[in-house]
């Protein structure tokens, strides 16, 4: 009996999770959210529904028929000759310190920009970025965030005319 | 011919040489910045040339390509860092010869090379689109469903280490390229009750997303130390400097080889240039009189691969041109560009006005011309180049993005979309999902769906809905040319992935 390799029993719990939201997907998210108007039924290759029907099966399709491909690799036991195909992919440390940027911006997309405005968020951003990138000045990472504001300023407000978000704030208070 | 004038004369007024000059330099100076990719500093500048004129901004897009792709092969051989996966290949002997000292020369060898070959494909592209462009005339929607099919299949399965995971990457594209408005009913198709949505997701904030925000994000992960700057330095001898005419010769059989790999490779439409740098790198090893010297810093491993890579990006421009399907994210850039400016590539340009491909044609040949001399100046400030500080340059590359998805359309929701496409981006990265063939099916999903839709439609009306197909000439011819070229590509592909994994099995 040959063990599993770590990487193809990653990839067995990455299907393991995306078969049922496909298939969620298909049978609970394309019927509720995509009315097929009358004379446009479903079933016709007209539908509004048709393309992701289709999508959907061949999503599953692709998996199932790796699923069917690593049970007749751990047949003949050549499983070991797979791939590796996530051994680059970096550390749990790295992907910790990938999913704290990843939160900043979106803290910068949807929280920032919005309320204290494109200039004021930038600034924020890269000041944090540059510190938490090795910059141990404070002044210097934040004299970064303030040249790349101004920048932006010069670039999109003065020479294309392109009036970047104010912000709430800017907008509420500022007049 | 009044047309192939009136397109050449577009493309040499002082305005547009300006811009390809520019838009070379910025390429050029990007490219060779680690860190940075080609298609990044393409798809951050593209916003912006909504703001210029089409012969201004076309010109400049093609000049930064073509700097870029040329900057990215430098930080490929001084700090083995390929700024496009296409450069991989060139590290193999490209390094060695930076670390021997000789990565001026290497550098050099890789202008010439990448020159040779992408005019050699830019001269295939001019002859090759317009005839292919005349045949696709007669085409109906059975053909073009079938052109797109077996680009997307194509693309999902070569990409990656993994097909299904390609295929899956490029279903979930498609999936993403149906949101919006249905083009019959107009229903709206998971919208999630935004109205923004019902336009459908803009390519811009897609790419910049994916391609910048991305990347940029996976390499902001990496431990401070790797994103420390990187020293370079080099010999005093002027023989290691400089490539002398005897050694070029040496090398001219290789790099016309594989200039002509390339050319195949890139007309087929989804086999990327990766693809074509590898095997031209291990055909000029299998060729060679003297394989022993590959990997430790032959010139011609270096010749090769560059060579194929930049004359993909010149073919993958075939199937854009003639039948308006980009092959490759390269010729998906360029569309998008030029759909910003009001261009759709396609046979019906080539009839109803052709003046704009000739004048892109013209640009194309001038940026060769222009990358050759300015590719010697990059050479010798490349040292100081490639010692930029990541931790600066990558928060300047979130705003720049952020900045360029709003400028599009005024809209926060854009640069939402770019940080949450950057996200999704981020994490199949981590699952080792590709996000080319994604980004692919995205754009290439509009245009597979209204021809099946068509062609079912037309099938189902008809007694026999094989016999439909199976009764057009074109769609047959079609069908045989692209099984044989798919199955001579494939065979050569899986050839050389056996003889990979039979040399580190053996090694291991």
């Not at chain 2, 020159?115 to 109906?140: E, K, M, R």
């Not at chain 2, 045989?480 to 040399?503: P, S, Y």
Request: charged share 15%; with cysteine; hydrophobic share 55%.
């Amino acid at each position: 009996m040959h063990a599993i390799p770590t990487h193809i029993r990653l990839e067995l719990i990455l299907i393991a999770i995306l078969l049922p939201l496909v298939s969620l997907f298909t049978f609970w998210y394309v019927p509720l959210s995509i009315d097929a108007p009358q004379g446009f039924g479903a079933e016709s290759e007209i539908s509004p529904r048709f393309a992701p029907y289709l999508l959907a099966a061949l999503m599953a399709a692709a998996m199932i028929g790796r699923l069917a491909q690593i049970a007749f690799m751990k047949s003949r036991g050549t499983l070991h000759e797979q791939i590796d195909d996530l051994s680059e992919i970096g550390g749990t440390e790295e992907t910790r310190r990938g999913i704290v940027l990843n939160t900043a911006t979106m803290l910068y997309c949807f929280l920032l920009v919005p309320v204290a405005g494109f200039y004021a968020a930038s600034v924020a951003l890269v000041t944090w970025l540059v510190y938490r990138l090795g910059e141990r000045r404070i002044w210097m990472a934040a004299l970064v965030g303030v040249a790349c504001a101004l920048f932006s300023y010069l670039l999109f407000q003065e020479l294309l005319s392109v009036r970047l978000p104010r912000g709430w704030l800017l907008q509420t208070f500022g007049g | 011919m009044d047309s192939i004038l009136a397109g050449i004369q577009l493309a040499l007024t002082w305005q547009s040489i300006g811009a390809v000059l520019l838009g070379l330099i910025a390429g050029q100076l990007l490219g060779a910045i680690p860190g940075l990719t080609a298609t990044m500093a393409v798809a951050l500048l593209i916003p912006y040339t909504y703001y210029l004129d089409p012969w201004v901004g076309i010109p400049m897009l093609i000049g930064m390509f073509k700097g870029s792709l040329f900057g990215s092969s430098i930080t490929a051989i001084l700090v083995k860092t390929p700024g496009t996966p296409a450069a991989a290949a060139t590290v193999l002997d490209g390094y060695p010869l930076a670390q021997q000292g000789k990565g001026e020369k290497a550098c050099k060898m890789t202008l010439y090379a990448s020159v040779f070959g992408d005019s050699f494909s830019d001269i295939v592209l001019i002859f090759g689109a317009s005839f292919l462009a005349a045949i696709a005339l007669n085409f109906g929607p059975a053909e073009y469903t079938l052109l797109v099919a077996f680009s997307l299949i194509t693309m999902g399965f070569v990409s990656g280490a993994k097909a299904w995971k390609g295929l899956f990457a490029m279903l979930l594209g498609m999936l993403l390229g149906i949101i919006g408005l249905d083009p019959v009913t107009a229903s709206p198709r998971m919208t999630m009750g935004f109205l923004e949505m019902e336009e459908g997701i803009g390519l811009i904030p897609m790419l910049i997303g994916f391609l910048a925000v991305a990347e940029v994000l996976r390499q902001m992960e990496y431990p401070r130390k790797k994103l420390a700057a990187s020293t370079v330095s080099f010999s005093t001898d002027p023989a290691d400097r400089r490539v002398s005419w005897a050694e070029f010769r040496s090398c001219l059989p290789v790099i016309l080889k594989s200039s002509s790999l390339g050319t195949a490779v890139g007309a087929l439409p989804g086999i990327s240039a990766t693809v074509a740098a590898f095997l031209a790198y291990n055909e000029a090893k299998r060729s060679s009189k003297t394989p022993e010297r590959f990997g430790k810093g032959a010139l011609e491993g270096v010749a090769a691969p560059e060579a194929a890579n930049n004359a993909v990006s010149g073919a993958n421009l075939i199937p854009l041109m003639a039948f308006g399907i980009p092959g490759d994210i390269a010729a998906a850039l360029i569309l998008s560009a030029l759909l910003i400016q009001g261009i759709t590539p396609g046979p019906v340009i080539f009839r109803d006005n052709p003046e704009p491909i000739y004048a892109i044609f013209t640009a194309l040949l001038l940026a060769n011309l222009f990358n050759l001399v300015l590719g010697h100046g990059l050479i010798r400030i490349a040292r100081r180049v490639v010692q930029v500080p990541k931790r600066v340059l990558f928060p300047v590359v979130l705003i720049i993005a952020a900045a360029g998805a709003y400028a599009m359309r005024g809209s926060v929701f854009d640069i939402q979309l770019v940080f949450l496409f950057g996200l999704l981006g981020w994490g199949l990265t981590k699952l080792a999902f590709p996000t080319v063939p994604l980004l692919i099916g995205f754009i290439l999903m509009p245009i597979l769906e209204s021809n099946l839709r068509i062609s079912m439609l037309i099938a189902g009306s008809v007694p026999n809905p094989f016999g439909y197909f199976f009764a057009r000439p074109a769609f047959v011819t079609l069908l045989i040319v692209m099984v044989l070229l798919l199955v001579l590509v494939l065979r050569r592909v899986l050839r050389d992935r056996q003889a990979a994994r039979a040399a580190g099995l053996g090694s291991g």
